[in-house]
């Protein structure tokens, strides 16, 4: 296994609300990525942290924001949830300087639905 | 071009079969190039990272040609347990990963 551990593994939500997944990444490693997959689809990415900055931003809106703490471990926070939101999400951890290798550990994913 | 394009398949192949997927990707400054396997409902898992030529390991092997910006992943002796989605990887112009649509494989006994 990677280590990379999230939480929840599936949970429902209603449109409007706010949702926030966690991420604890694998000893060691200071990036943590986050992707959106929807069913079909490859992972969109969304944004990377490292040393708990972000370092890069995909097309999504604001309302997809997100923390990096001291231990590495990161959130992912949606507001005002849409229907669209509804996918996996998943976090993949990294090592290398900046993290930008495509070398990535990824946590075996929050399964959101929107209803 | 897309950035990165896949043929999204199914493949469905034999057991014992070889097969072989394409990635087409725009950004000629990209160095590394990777391969991901990602099964039903599951995470992506790296398979092959591909930095120079080509790699190759065990039944699989990966190649590059960047004249023609296009990498490919062989799947020799197929087994059913490689049905899965393979997933290609580029980093783009500002060095963040790009992925395909993925392409999926289904071998059958």
């Known amino acids: 296994e990677t280590g990379v551990t999230q939480s929840p593994t599936h949970l429902i939500k209603t449109r409007g609300q706010q949702v926030t997944l966690r991420c604890s990444s694998q000893s060691g490693h200071n990036t943590v990525s986050w992707y959106q997959q929807a069913l079909g689809q490859g992972p969109q990415f969304i944004f990377q942290?490292?040393?708990?900055?972000?370092?890069g931003r995909g097309n999504f809106p604001p309302r997809f924001s997100g923390l990096q703490f001291p231990n590495y471990s990161s959130e992912l926070n949606v507001n005002a949830l849409e229907l669209d939101d509804s996918a996996l999400y998943l976090c993949a951890s990294s090592l290398k300087d900046r993290g930008d290798t495509g070398e990535l550990f990824f946590g075996e994913g929050s399964r959101l639905t929107v209803l | 071009r897309k950035e990165v394009e896949q043929d999204p398949g199914p493949f469905n192949v034999p057991e014992g079969a070889t097969v072989a997927f394409n990635c087409t990707y725009s950004n000629s400054a990209s160095q590394s190039f990777f391969w991901y396997r990602q099964d039903c409902r599951k995470e992506p898992k790296l398979l092959m990272s591909v930095y120079s030529s080509g790699n190759e390991d065990g039944r699989f092997t990966a190649q590059l040609n960047r004249a023609s910006q296009y990498i490919s992943l062989l799947i020799r002796d197929s087994k059913l347990s490689d049905s899965a989605t393979y997933l290609c990887?580029?980093?783009?112009?500002?060095?963040?990963?790009?992925w395909g649509l993925g392409t999926s494989l289904a071998v059958n006994p």
């Open positions: 942290y490292y040393r708990e900055e972000e370092n």
């Open positions: 990887v580029v980093p783009g112009q500002d060095r963040k990963l790009i």
